[in-house]
């Protein structure tokens, strides 16, 4: 009964490369969340994706930043040209359904470094 | 604009103290409220949750007490333990929508 699973777990890129991050929910889980924390932070939304749909993106920067859930396949976070102030670690957590109080459980975390 | 506020950003407390830790909310309209523990190098777990039509809840040593005129809710860690060291986000929600997180509090349990 695997969980959340993330990777890579560390990734480094320099700037103007780009990052990608993969996400694969939980058996049964179609709606997955991502999260990015800074360092000495709480975690803060980036965007709220079920499959093939993007619902809730308000907490995506407007440039460089996308996401997919694609019907087959896991989740992806796409960061273009890095840059310095990209570094932090990017969670996502999958849930199995919309509904009050349904707990999201989340992955161990990309840990992305720019240099 | 922080939408939910948590204190203190560092706490130690002795091997069997209590641990506190508290947290404040603006938006009414969240009606879930969810405590993680994160330790270091990992995801965040979700440890206790509560709804707003109640005041308390306990599960073992963990409870979370919360007051719905105040806007407030805390979480207590009864006979801390050194394995309790983490660090602790309160958090909020409202529905199916996004977590709303503190932001965080390391807690270190000397032994």
């Known amino acids: 009964n695997a969980g959340v699973m993330q990777n890579p777990r560390h990734l480094v890129r320099r700037r103007g490369q780009e990052a990608r991050l993969r996400c694969s929910p939980m058996?049964?889980?179609?709606?997955v969340y991502w999260y990015r924390q800074l360092p000495e932070e709480g975690l803060k939304f980036m965007v709220y994706?079920?499959?093939?749909?993007?619902?809730?993106e308000s907490g995506m920067p407007k440039e460089r930043f996308s996401a997919e859930f694609p019907k087959e396949g896991p989740s992806i976070l796409r960061i273009q040209q890095v840059v310095r102030g990209d570094s932090a670690a990017y969670f996502c957590a999958s849930s199995p359904r919309q509904g009050a109080g349904e707990t999201q459980y989340f992955g161990p975390g990309t840990r992305l470094l720019v240099l | 604009q922080q939408q939910v506020k948590q204190s203190p950003q560092s706490l130690i407390v002795q091997k069997g103290g209590i641990s506190i830790i508290n947290c404040a909310y603006e938006n009414t309209a969240f009606d879930y409220f969810p405590w993680y523990q994160q330790f270091p190098g990992k995801g965040p777990a979700l440890l206790i949750a509560i709804r707003p039509d109640v005041s308390e809840k306990k599960e073992g040593r963990f409870t979370i007490s919360f007051n719905k005129s105040a806007k407030q809710f805390s979480l207590h860690i009864m006979d801390s333990q050194p394995g309790d060291s983490a660090t602790y986000f309160c958090?909020?929600?409202?529905?199916?929508?996004?977590?709303?997180f503190g932001k965080g509090t390391r807690l270190h349990i000397l032994p």
């Open positions: 994706l079920q499959k093939e749909n993007i619902i809730d």
């Open positions: 058996k049964g889980h179609s709606h």
């Open positions: 958090a909020a929600s409202k529905g199916d929508d996004k977590i709303i």
